[in-house]
């Protein structure tokens, strides 16, 4: 009884208040017709925040503040009206609760075309939001720091932000959002040339970047939540940002463009400067892909030349001039027009061959100026420079398009350690041999199903991809062994996945193969492993399968 009667009570009281309140003068407007008068103001990145708050100043707009962006605005000198003044109700817990208040909702969501809304907030005291700037707490750059406690990344998790963002972006045709910095000079200045006004293209174009960068906002949070669990969560969030428009796709008549996921550590192109050439395509982006993720897989100086996503040359040496040469000599025709992937810096000697060639695209950590001198020569080469120091996240999952749906798995990587491996047949490798085969087999993961690599000397000798038999596979490696002059002779073979036969290993051992390694896991394997040491040749099982598809 007490509770009720105190509840009536405030109630009354409220109502004295509403009457002895000026009505709040509100105007009937259409949509885009609202000129801005009243701003909210309320941002945690503060960058480009006193040119717009002073550029809303002399436009005469009232600017209405939280705590920390009103003491960044009052010590530029710029006057705001803090949001307890606005509300009639103080921030409190801590700053968790400052703008979740009806007098804000309701100034923000009515219909400015609608007589009762308008009524409503005359009858309330209710002065209208025309204008919200806000950006949100950074979840993702906290989530992202190494050591951070969970109950300072859950304090980041912004509530009243996002719902200010999405009440002005949901009422855009009465009521402006901005989200982002940018956005600043290009609002100012249509505020300035139309008298206070922005038409409804540009609220709803604003709208659109709002909904957008909540939703990526939201994708961050849950995607953290998610990674906190073993399995793949029943519902899977994700957002991505978009790093360079490409002039067309796999083909002429498809329009493409490069995303980058949000929140993770790096992506293909991050710290890459571009130096020199044509636009990047989509083709140019997947080749880099494949060519850059097999350079790193080495410390030593390596050189990857990649063609249609599947490298037709790898190899290692004490230069990377020498290892450029090995990869090229394993197939000179694919090269013509592939793109090369190094890890060490380019110099002059280098640039010149590179120079003699057709090359799409050259990928390097650095280039001496008068390699690059050499490399300019040809117009339309594309150079970048890798400045990445970051590493790929081992968490970060590989997605497959499918009609109307992802397919997602975990990513291919991980060390594949010699310890772990078995060998099968009765002759084991010699110490030269366990390299060469180590070798192969990290090209082998990069090469699409079926894959064979046969390498002599810590470089490919022969290719073959994408074939649906095996064994063909293994011809077309021979043949452009064969094609390359590479001698075989103690050479060494890898396969992403198991032999089916015997006949596929036969044929490498005709050639002089003296090491075989594979996944095993045949029901004839035994064959396989006799054929091998009829022959004396060793044979590495790993107990694991790289299908690339």
């Known amino acids: 009884m007490l509770l009720l009667l105190g509840r009536v009570t405030r109630r009354v009281a409220y109502a004295r208040e509403v009457a002895n309140v000026p009505q709040t ?30 550029g809303l100043q002399e436009l005469g707009i009232e600017i209405v503040s939280t705590g920390g962006t009103a003491r960044e605005l009052a010590g530029g000198g710029i006057e705001t009206r803090s949001v307890e003044d606005y509300t009639g109700f103080p921030e409190i817990l801590d700053g968790r609760v400052k703008t979740l208040n009806p007098r804000i909702y309701a100034g923000l969501l009515a219909v400015r075309s609608s007589d009762e809304h308008v009524t409503t907030l005359r009858d309330h005291a209710i002065e209208p939001i025309d204008l919200v700037c806000a950006n949100l707490y950074p979840f993702e750059t906290v989530a992202g720091r190494r050591g951070v406690s969970d109950d300072e990344v859950i304090e980041n998790i912004d ?78 969030t994700r957002s991505f940002t978009k790093v360079l428009d490409l002039p067309y796709g796999e083909n002429p008549h498809q329009r493409a463009v490069f995303y980058a996921e949000t929140g993770v550590r790096s992506h293909l192109l991050s710290m890459t400067s571009k130096l020199h050439g044509k636009e990047l395509s989509f083709n140019n982006l997947l080749d880099l892909d494949s060519g850059r993720t097999l350079a790193e897989e080495f410390e030593v100086p390596a050189a990857a030349i990649v063609k249609h996503n599947n490298p037709c040359g790898c190899a290692l040496a004490a230069t990377v001039e020498d290892a450029f040469d090995k990869a090229l000599a394993t197939d000179r025709t694919s090269a013509f027009g592939g ?49 990445e120091q970051r590493r790929s996240e081992v968490s970060e999952e590989d997605f497959k398009r499918v009609r109307g749906g992802l397919l997602v798995q975990d990513r291919d990587v991980g060390p594949e350690l010699r310890e772990e491996m078995q060998v099968v047949s009765r002759r084991k490798p010699s110490e030269g041999e366990w390299g060469e085969l180590m070798f192969a087999w990290k090209v082998c993961k990069r090469v699409r199903s079926n894959a064979i690599v046969l390498a002599h000397d810590l470089g490919t000798a022969g290719v073959g991809a994408g074939q649906m038999s095996r064994v063909d596979s293994v011809r077309i490696a021979l043949a452009k062994a064969a094609v390359g002059e590479i ?26 193969v ?22 004396g040749v ?11 598809h």
């Open 25 to 54: 003068s509100v105007e009937l407007s259409a949509p885009g017709e609202v000129p801005i008068r009243r701003a909210l103001l309320t941002v945690s990145d503060k960058r480009g925040l006193m040119d717009f708050g002073a």
């Open 514 to 535: 003296r090491a075989v390694i594979q996944p095993g896991g045949s029901r004839r394997d035994p064959e396989v492993v006799e054929a091998c040491d009829a022959a």
């Open 339 to 387: 793109v090369v992937c190094l890890n060490r810096r380019v110099d002059r000697a280098l640039a010149e061959k590179l120079n003699d060639m057709f090359i799409e695209l050259v990928f390097a950590p650095g280039y001496d100026e008068d390699a690059l001198e050499v490399l300019q020569q040809k117009e339309n080469v594309r150079i970048l420079e890798d400045a």
């Open 159 to 236: 509530i009243g932000g996002p719902t200010l963002i999405r009440a002005a972006a949901k009422n855009h045709p009465y009521a402006a959002v901005v989200v982002s910095p940018e956005s600043y000079d290009a609002v100012l200045e249509e505020l300035r040339d139309t008298d206070g006004m922005l038409s409804c293209r540009t609220r709803e174009t604003l709208a659109l970047e709002a909904f957008s960068y909540t939703a990526r906002y939201d994708a961050a949070i849950s995607r953290w939540f998610a990674e906190r669990e073993e399995d793949f969560p029943a519902h899977m």
């Open 538 to 548: 060793a044979m590495v099982f790993t107990a694991r399968r790289h299908f690339r």
């Open 487 to 512: 001698p075989l002779e103690g050479a060494v073979m890898a396969s992403d996945a198991f032999f089916p036969f015997a006949d596929g290993p036969q044929l490498a051992i005709d050639a002089g």
